[in-house]
């Protein structure tokens, strides 16, 4: 029985050390994208006399850029929610269960996840590409 808790326990670690190699992923992509969007939007701000199918297909380019982000947080957010779904499982076999007791405490406090933060920026990145848009046929 011992070993058997001693193999859970290792495969516990390794679950929890790969959740925190996707956290680390997930990040760096986040970081990628956000740099890759203020890079467009320099560009447009820079470039004044580019023609208007210039500015259209940056804006496109960056909607597009955006829009594969907030699907890229949502594939980690499901990834990480699956990995966190056997680790809570495994602690049932283990004598302290601590991501379901934290989880406890989360829900205690009203914690939001982190995942609908993240979302929001992406969403503001289209919004200023759309605004970048219309603009010209607002302001005349």
Known sequence: MKNDT????????????????????????NNFYLALNTFLLGALSFIQNIPRLGN???????????IIWRINISSYRDLNSAKFKVIINMEKKLP?????????????IGYKELTWVEKFVPAIFIIIYLAVL???YLIK
């Open 56 to 66: 259209i297909l940056v804006c496109i380019v960056g909607i597009v850029i955006s």
């Open 96 to 108: 302290v269960a601590l991501f379901r007791e934290e989880q406890n405490e989360y829900k205690k």
């Open 134 to 136: 219309a603009a010209p």
């Open 6 to 29: 001693e193999a859970i326990l290792e495969q516990y670690k390794i679950m929890v050390e790969t959740t925190s190699e996707i956290t680390r992923s997930r990040q760096a992509a």
